[in-house]
């Protein structure tokens, strides 16, 4: 079945401080995976994508890995500012049909 | 650059009446979908369109109807609203030719409640 889990649930984190929120994935075939950013009451915001071919990508603070092996994804958000709180969603595209994750929860406070 | 507008943003209803919900856009983009999102789960496509008069079900199309009359326009119609539909709804679009690919653009989404 396919199924894209994310950990933690939810995370709390003073600012300035980093942190690493995780996606596992059994989706296949893979065609790619997608980081969202879900700000409270808005819609989900892409922030970066990762192909089968790609280990690493970063976008400003935000750096997302891909291992297509063990099959997981972590973002890693460097020094943390108010404006990181948000739910982080991990989407992975197989060949017709897009799998969301239930996401992660992260509060980050001053 | 309004990008995908939904409205409304809340509604409450009783259970059996009927609403639309509203979704456009003005970017141009052929392909429309509409999600919807409980707490704790992931977001579920309900219907999308790839162009204007082509509509398909998506994952939970049950209790929902949606018309594509325009580029721009893309509705979501609950004919007999139940208790389980009370969820927030996500209208989206993308410019890719190829579906699910591109990014999707999302709207802020409408709370819908059925009491």
Known sequence: KNQVEQSPQSLIILEGKNCTLQCNYTVSPFSNLRWYKQDTGRGPVSLTIMTFSENTKSNGRYTATLDADTKQSSLHITASQLSDSASYICVVRNTDKLIFGTGTRLQVFP | NAGVTQTPKFRILKIGQSMTLQCTQDMNHNYM?????????????????????????????????????????????????????????FCASSPSRDLFNQPQHFGDGTRLSIL
């Open chain 2, 33 to 89: 979908y509409w999600y919807r999102q409980d707490p704790g789960m992931g977001l579920k496509l309900i219907y999308y369109s790839v162009g204007a008069g082509i509509t398909d079900k998506g994952e939970v199309p049950n209790g929902y109807n949606v018309s594509r009359s325009t580029t721009e326009d893309f509705p979501l119609r609950l004919e007999l609203a139940a208790p389980s539909q009370t969820s927030v709804y």
